[in-house]
């Protein structure tokens, strides 16, 4: 099989006038030419367990290693919530929803995306059965190309190459992490483009019952570490430890808009608009390139407010989030989850004078004001 973007393309056209089935067949032939999967590319490979996806072998695979994944999610469960510091618009341009004359915009993987761009529509778009179409080895190769992907932060190619278009979409469990990770995006995307980056949050319990399976990465590095030890993939410590300090989960080729709880645009996550009032978000944090940055210049210039200002910004923060949520109940388990990470002012880059009990009763109560004005309003 030759494995080259060209020829993806004419495949991803090609299935646009095919049905359904056939639709499968070509993601996952386009797929295995962006990455050059081990099912695909290297079948003679010694360490690979079955060339045959649908073989006895791989199959008993993906039930061990879906077995390991449901022990570790039971052990440790998954948060309720999770981020993902997206743009619309990037990798592809977006699509007008034909029915409604708005944007369409999904949350799909690069490939996903580019596939929509080839059909040049997300009806009967197909994602494909994994565990159907690959090998428990081959989603390990298509995360290691996907982790050295995401831990560059869209630095562009060298010498011309043509962009991995990663299946797999990334999100985290650390809000912080995202947060931070948007506002550096944001600053690195084209500004003659019709993109919006945005924070966008998803409950996880909506994840699964779609049809797509969400997975914690660590869970997944302790799997090839230990079961596949022997395996022909190989992830380098220095994307595993990325992957875990970004508390890393991702999905197979897209997240279901089902799933989605909010989505924030990044001017009203740091508030370019907002009277002259200050910021939740600080000027350190939204230009550091990194957490590490930011807390190292925190610490020696922490932003020095008190227990009612502090309260005062968090709330509006919060606001702009809850924005968008459909249900006054959905929004009360976002503002009690978002909470706990809104009560530590130091993480934040604040240097605020109080009792612990003081500012947990202020934050709680300019929270209660934030969904009484948000729901009043609608």
């Not at 695979?61 to 997206?86: C, G, I, V």
């Not at 880059?349 to 202020?362: F, H, I, N, P």
């Amino acid at each position: 099989m030759a494995c080259n973007l060209s020829e993806s393309k004419q495949l991803g056209s090609m299935a646009e006038m095919q049905q359904l089935n056939d639709n499968l067949l070509s993601l996952k032939i386009a797929e295995e030419a962006q990455t050059a999967s081990p099912s695909s590319c290297l079948t003679d490979s010694p360490d690979h367990w079955d060339y045959n996806a649908e073989g006895d072998g791989a199959q008993s695979q993906w039930r061990e290693f879906n077995s390991f994944m449901d022990k570790k999610a039971r052990t440790r469960p998954y948060p309720k919530y999770l981020y993902r510091a997206h743009v619309h618009g990037h990798p592809f341009p977006r699509l007008p929803d034909v029915f409604e004359g708005e944007y369409s915009d999904s949350f799909g993987s690069d490939l996903h995306l580019w596939c929509e761009d080839d059909a040049q529509t997300q009806m009967f778009m197909p994602i494909g059965d994994l565990m159907d179409n690959y090998t428990v080895e081959d989603l390990f190769w298509h995360l290691n190309l996907h982790l050295g992907k995401t831990c560059i932060n869209l630095q562009p190619n060298s010498h011309g190459e043509q962009p991995f278009l990663s299946p797999l979409v990334s999100l985290s469990g650390d809000f912080r992490w995202t947060a931070q990770r948007i506002c550096r995006v944001g600053r690195m995307i084209s500004k003659d483009r019709d993109q919006m980056p945005g924070l966008a949050i998803f409950k996880t319990s909506n994840i699964n019952p779609s049809g797509v399976r969400v997975y914690r990465v660590e869970d997944m590095l302790s799997f090839l570490n230990t079961r596949l030890a022997e395996s022909s993939v190989h992830i380098s410590s220095q994307r595993q430890g990325w992957a875990k300090n970004a508390d890393e989960y991702v999905c197979w080729s897209l997240v279901p808009r089902d799933a989605l709880a909010a989505f924030t645009p990044l001017a009203e996550l740091i508030e370019t608009s907002n009277g002259g009032d200050e910021a939740f978000l600080t000027k350190g944090f939204v230009d550091s390139n990194y957490l590490g940055d930011f807390r190292q210049l925190s610490r020696v210039h922490p932003v020095h407010i008190s227990v009612e200002e502090y309260a005062e910004r968090a709330s509006r923060f919060m606001h702009n989030i809850i924005a968008n949520v459909s249900s006054l109940e959905e929004a009360k388990q976002l503002c009690m989850d978002m909470e706990r990470v809104l009560l530590n002012p130091d993480i934040w880059g604040y240097g605020v004078a109080k009792s612990v009990q003081g500012l947990d009763e202020t934050i709680s109560s300019s929270l209660e004001k934030v969904l009484e004005t948000a729901f009043m309003v609608k």
